[in-house]
Each structure stands twice: as structure tokens, then as C-alpha cells.
């Protein structure tokens, strides 16, 4: 079956991202030092154009939304591990 819907939010800036992320999305830049991430409540992916290597990011974050298709409660190495992977397979 297809993947449920879900958002890619993509910001113009870094600044934009981070007032978006803290307002909508319960990020804590001091908590997470991420320039991009996936929240699971909003089914959406957040990131920003100012992303040194933005589609290995993107297809990073992409997997996450798979993943939780899937498999709601995913171990972390097993999430982060299939992200990786997606992001190296995809983008060769």
C-alpha cells in the first residue's frame, strides 16, 4: 500500500526554519542540533534551502517518513540506520 500523506516543509531560510520548527513543531535547538528533522506527530518533514547538501538531506528525511509508515515505534539505530542507507543508496 502507499505511503500515508504527509508534508515537506521547506524553508528559504535557517531563520524561517528554526521560528517555524520552535512555533509549530515543539523543536528545542538546544535539546536537538539538527538543520532538519521529521516529526512524527505533524507527519512532516522540516528543512531549509541553506542545507549544504539539501536532496542527501531531503531522501534522509524521506526515509523517516517510510519508516513510520511502517513501524511506529522503530528502534533508533534502526531508523537512523535506514535513513543513512536510504541517504547514501539513493543519491550514489
Not at 542545507?51 to 519508516?67: R, V, W
Not at 543513512?84 to 550514489?92: G, S, Y
Request: glycine content about 2%; hydrophobic content about 40%.
Amino acid at each position: 500500500s502507499a505511503i500515508t500523506e504527509f508534508k515537506a516543509r521547506i524553508f528559504g531560510t535557517e531563520k524561517e526554519f528554526l521560528k517555524y520548527s520552535k512555533e509549530k513543531a515543539n523543536y528545542n535547538p538546544v535539546r536537538n542540533h539538527s538543520i532538519a528533522f521529521y516529526n512524527f506527530r505533524l507527519k512532516e518533514m522540516i528543512l531549509h534551502k541553506e542545507i549544504e547538501d539539501l536532496p542527501n538531506t531531503f531522501a534522509h528525511e524521506l526515509s523517516h517518513a517510510i519508516l513510520h509508515y511502517y513501524c511506529e515505534s522503530a528502534s533508533t539505530w534502526l531508523d537512523e540506520g535506514l535513513a543513512e542507507l536510504f541517504e547514501d543508496i539513493v543519491f550514489m
